[in-house]
């Protein structure tokens, strides 16, 4: 599967295990609604979807970042190194790259 779209199946493995799935449809809502992004944009506009994850969690957005990465690692069969402090975009770039 393309990194892609493994990350995209993550982000959405993720919150639907979180939140549930009409959560998960209110969330993809709010970000198509207030920062023009589709969930299949993801990838690419990785810093949109930060911030559309920051206006709708608050606080709570690192925790939703985390729970994503570690989702994506265990898709990707790695291990979430929990020492390791880079920001979302540095840790999806990075493992882009190994991918």
């Given amino acids: 599967m393309k990194f892609e ?3 995209v199946k993550s982000v959405d493995d993720c919150l639907k295990d979180t939140f ?3 959560a998960t449809e209110v969330v993809y ?5 207030n920062h023009s992004l589709k969930t299949e944009e993801i990838p690419k506009k990785l810093e949109v979807f930060i911030e559309g994850l920051e206006k709708f969690f608050s606080s709570g957005s690192p925790v939703v970042e985390r729970l994503v990465l570690e989702k994506l690692c265990s898709n990707l069969g790695l291990e979430y190194p929990r020492t390791e402090r880079y920001s979302f975009v540095d840790y999806i770039t990075k493992l882009k790259k190994t991918y």
Avoid at 29 to 33: D, F
């Fill in 5 to 7: 779209k493994l990350l």
């Fill in 29 to 33: 809502k709010h970000l198509e609604r």
């Fill in 20 to 22: 549930g799935e009409i």
